[in-house]
């Protein structure tokens, strides 16, 4: 699947930015006007981290396996391996969300916590207050003056601004975001570690040893603490994931399907068949037939 460098995102979105540093950040309003076509509906990944606020009007945000509806100040996050879209959901009313994306070197810059933030972000999106969107109005000003001054060490004071930011919106997500993430995903931190994982490694390790290893669990235990968190075991979400990435080969490329089956680390087509066909119920041929009818 497709993984978008910043460069690649913001050419792909056709806005300029409102700031930018470089290849490495930017800050950017999206205003759609009725029928406007937006460029990211098909599944991508990001090298980075991307935050949207939904300023006006409403879309859908898939993350991985999970569906979010995006209303008016809403804010989403989608974090580095994570696969996701967004579309307009009324391509006939006007809307704007403003973006902002961190490159995998601002990151790096920053100190970024991957482990934690996969457990405080476990939901990607909440409804913010008014003092948070205050909060964040804020950081952006001083994004902004510090950026302007492009002095020899703006990028390192910029990763340390981002960072202090990232640590007041963990703290504020990791309250808002509890109700609805055990609703989603469960309580037991352990599903969220295996979620990361799969989303990860999925196109290559279908194997459930692989990820049990990972998290130093044996897969009869990984499975059982999954299903029960969640309602269905290790081995379903890792064929869900697998058609979510089978799906997009299928639908939104031309790529052969013994071509798809050597990217998804099968040994041969039929073996890609079989498993698509026991797992979706259709063949492949069948999947991508119904996208051009």
């Not at 009313?93 to 972000?121: N, P, V």
């Not at 994931?241 to 799906?247: D, I």
């Amino acid at each position: 699947m497709e993984c978008l460098t910043l460069t690649e995102l913001r050419e792909a979105l056709q806005v300029r930015p409102m700031l930018s540093l470089g290849d490495d950040f930017f800050i950017m309003g999206l205003h759609f006007r009725p029928w406007r076509e937006l460029h990211l509906s098909f599944p991508f990944r990001f090298e980075g981290v991307i935050c949207l606020y939904c300023k006006e009007g409403s879309f859908d945000l898939q993350v991985g396996m999970e569906h979010y509806d995006v209303q008016k100040d809403c804010f989403a996050v989608s974090l580095p391996e994570d696969i996701l879209s967004f579309r307009w959901r009324d391509p006939g009313r006007s809307g704007e969300i403003t973006i902002m994306a961190l490159s995998e070197k601002m990151l790096q810059q920053m100190e970024f916590d991957r482990l934690g933030a996969l457990y405080a972000f476990r939901c990607r999106m909440v409804k913010v207050d008014v003092r948070t969107m205050i909060l964040i109005h804020n950081f952006q000003n001083i994004f902004r003056s510090v950026a302007g001054d492009r002095h020899p060490d703006v990028t390192r004071s910029l990763g340390y601004l981002l960072r202090a930011m990232n640590i007041e919106l963990t703290r504020i997500w990791d309250r808002i975001a509890d109700r609805e993430a055990i609703a989603r995903q469960g309580r037991n931190p352990l599903t969220g570690k295996f979620l990361a994982l799969l989303s990860r490694f999925h196109a290559e390790h279908r194997d459930l040893e692989f990820y049990a290893e990972r998290l130093s669990l044996t897969p009869k235990y990984l499975s059982a603490a999954v299903k029960a968190d969640t309602g269905r075991t290790a081995p379903e979400w890792i064929a869900e994931y697998v058609l979510m990435e089978a799906r997009y080969y299928l639908k939104y490329t031309s790529l052969p399907v013994k071509e798809i089956a050597w990217r998804l680390n099968f040994k041969n087509q039929m073996d890609f068949y079989r498993y698509y066909l026991r797992h979706a119920g259709e063949s492949p041929t069948a999947c991508r037939l119904s996208v051009s009818e």
